[in-house]
């Protein structure tokens, strides 16, 4: 059964950062395509990163361009999304996800995703 934790949100001012880590277990997690989406109150969820199983592609929502990285560490089964300069807007939960087709591209659409974790809380402060 697959399983997605992911951890590291938390209260930071504006201008600060974090570093959130989501980590899977029970399958084969390094041929599947991870993805980041996040979800604020009242609004809708949507797409934040993917990145391609063997790292080497990745992709970013432009409202985070140049201020998150995704990233993944195969060998821990661990898939990361280093968030900079957050701003009040960037206040959500956050969700990763599993595509699980093996050797395929992450995807900005959701319904691409088969598994999600539980989500974290990232609070941005003005």
């Known amino acids: 059964q697959v399983q997605l934790v992911e951890s590291g949100g938390g209260l930071v001012q504006a201008g600060g950062s974090l570093r959130l880590s989501c980590t899977e277990s029970g399958r084969t997690f390094n041929t599947y395509a991870m993805g980041w989406f996040r979800q604020a109150p009242g609004k809708e969820r949507e797409f934040v990163a993917a990145i391609s199983w063997s790292g080497a592609a990745t992709y970013d929502a432009d409202s985070v361009k140049g201020r998150f990285t995704i990233s993944r560490d195969n060998a821990k089964n661990t898939v990361y999304l280093q968030v900079t300069n957050l701003k009040p807007e960037d206040t959500a939960v956050y969700y990763c996800?599993?595509?699980?087709?093996?050797?395929?591209?992450?995807?900005?659409?959701?319904?691409?995703?088969?598994?999600w974790g539980q989500g974290t809380q990232v609070t941005v402060s003005s």
């Open positions: 996800a599993i595509r699980s087709l093996p050797y395929y591209l992450g995807t900005r659409d959701a319904n691409d995703y088969d598994y």
